[in-house]
């Protein structure tokens, strides 16, 4: 594993810390600011850029600039991005990805009673590689799932044992990487 390079896409309530469910004050969720450690924890620990509450996540004071947020891509969707390095040529591609309460056997409800984030997230966050040399011939990359991330977001460690996880293996059915 290097060091981080940088981002190439994060859904825009993560980059910003703003969700459409983030405020539960009045009794109904409505917008508002608020982070989710478990969301994305394996990206949020390699960026390393912590905020003011000593979370590696962004907030609203400090969010990821909007060349690199959007909506979550529903189905099937192409993203066209760059690296912003034009002499790198060999470079790991990682994403990171996550289904909000998305319980089952394993990771239920009760697994972790008192870990509030981790109930934000139940079945940990999947990360997954693709390995590019762009001075090879090969062009098309298919990304493999190689491990989950912390339940709750503590730490930024992977954990390459899957036998735990089902549905969310169901969550991208494949992901390929071109490159030009």
Same mark, same amino acid.
């Given at each position: ?25 009045t ?8 982070? #989710? ?9 390699? #960026? ?33 991005? #760059? ?5 790198? #040529? ?41 390995? !590019?040399?762009?001075?090879?011939e !090969? ?25 735990? !996880?089902?549905?969310?293996?169901? !969550?991208?059915?494949?992901?390929k990487?071109?490159?030009k």
């Amino acid at each position: 594993m290097g060091k981080f390079v940088q981002t190439l896409y994060v859904s825009e309530s993560i980059g910003k810390g703003n969700f459409d469910h983030g405020d539960a004050s009045t009794g109904k969720w409505l917008p508002g600011e608020i982070m #989710r450690p478990a969301a994305l924890p394996y990206w949020s620990h390699r #960026r390393g850029i912590m905020n003011s509450e000593g979370l590696y996540l962004p907030d609203a004071k400090n969010p990821i600039a909007d060349a690199y947020t959007g909506p979550t891509p529903i189905g099937n969707f192409i993203m066209n991005t #760059r690296i912003e390095n034009p002499e790198l #040529r060999k470079f790991s591609v990682y994403m990171e990805i996550n289904q909000t309460w998305d319980w089952n056997e394993f990771w239920t409800n009760a697994k972790y009673p008192d870990d509030l984030e981790y109930k934000t997230s139940c079945q940990p966050a999947l990360v997954y590689m693709a390995d !590019i040399n762009l001075d090879s011939e !090969i062009k098309n990359y298919t990304m493999k799932v190689i491990g989950h991330s912390h339940y709750s977001g503590l730490t930024g460690e992977l954990f390459s044992d899957l036998s735990t !996880i089902t549905t969310a293996l169901n !969550i991208a059915k494949e992901v390929k990487i071109q490159v030009k």
